[in-house]
Every structure is written in structure tokens, then in C-alpha cells.
């Protein structure tokens, strides 16, 4: 095959325990998915599951620097876990959905408040607050084979070693399953997309120089520091 110019490499995530690398499709996020999040955002809680996309290269492996970017003045963290797809499908049963589950992985869903408020007022999209360049960190995948599906268990995230983020995933309005299952109703889902299932509370906004660790309980640990 030809090219007018040489196609963006693929991204992908490592794989702790494996020499192969996972490749990445699609990112999906749900909103607002843990009930004292959403309050803290001024929503209902229990309300369907909503979805949002990141470009895959707006993912940053393995954490490290993290550019601070353009255009806000409030960037805010979301700790999350990330579920990474090995089997795809459309309108998959909940029963069926774990089965697809590769592996799990620690991501941030980095967000630009001010113009999220900005959307959210405007009735526009979220796209310029959520899915800008570098703002989806994410750590290597545990594969399930290894660490199963966890279903409970700390997620946490520190600002410069003061905990902000404390929850537990079995606070999720939605599980695993039920997201997954969900979002198949929409979309066909497939081999190498990721699920950014939703933070808990305690966002807040952090500046240039900051340096962000968090993790899931079983699942790992992810650390940035924004330049
Ligand atoms: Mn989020």
C-alpha cells in the first residue's frame, strides 16, 4: 500500500507479564458513574449510562510528563478504571459481557472543567473538554486471565502526595458488565477498545508542576506529572 504520508503508528498499551502488545481501536468513557461524583457534578445518580469518546492517541502509556494543555484555566483529574476489550460485539448480554474483558488498566480522564461547564451551558458537545491531546494517561494492562474481574476494591488518586480521589468500585452506579452491555446496544463494539468506566469523587482542579498518582486496588498504579 501507498501513502500520500506515512499513517500514525499504532497506539498500544503494554501488557505486565507479556512481551506482546495490546493494541488500542476505540476509547469510550462513561459519565458520571459513581453516585457521589455525580452529586458532586449536580446530577441524579442511577440515570443510564451516557458515553463519550478520546481520540486513542489522546493516551499517554505508562504516565510520565504530561503536557498541561491549552485553553482552560481548571483542569481537573478523573481516576479511573479502564477496561480493555478482547472480544467485541454488538447488543451484548450482560451475562456474556465479562467474557470479552481482556484486562483492566489504572486511566486519568483528564478534563478541561471550564469548558466542559462551557458545553454543558451551550448544549454543545464535549469533545474540546475531554478528549484533547495527552488527556487520557493510562498505566499497562493486567490481563483477567490473571487478576480476574474486580469488582471491589480502593481507587484512589493523590495531588502531591495529599489524597484527593477515595472511593471503591463497588460504588459504580453501573458495573463492568452492565457498561459494557450498554454501550453494545450503540455501538459494535470490537477486539482493542477501552472503557473509561467513571470516576468517584473528589476532583479537583491542579496546575503545571503537579504530580498525580493513582491507582486501582489489584489493578495498578499510574503516576504524571503535568509540564
Ligand atoms: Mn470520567
Redesign the pocket.
Known sequence: MNYVFPPAPQVVLSVVGSEAAFPVRRVY?????YAD?AAEMGADTREPPFFFSKPADALVPGGGDVVYPPMTGKLQH?I?LVVALGKGGSDIAPENALACVFGYAVGL?L?RRDLQARAKEKGHPWDMA?GFDQSGPISALRPAAEVGHPVTGAIWLKVNGELQQSGDLSHMSWTVAEVIANLSTYVCLAPGDLI?T??PAGVSTVVRGDILEGGVDGVGELKITLV
Open positions: 468513557c462513561v459519565g458520571r458513574n461524583h478523573e479511573e480522564d478534563t475531554k473509561f467513571g470516576t
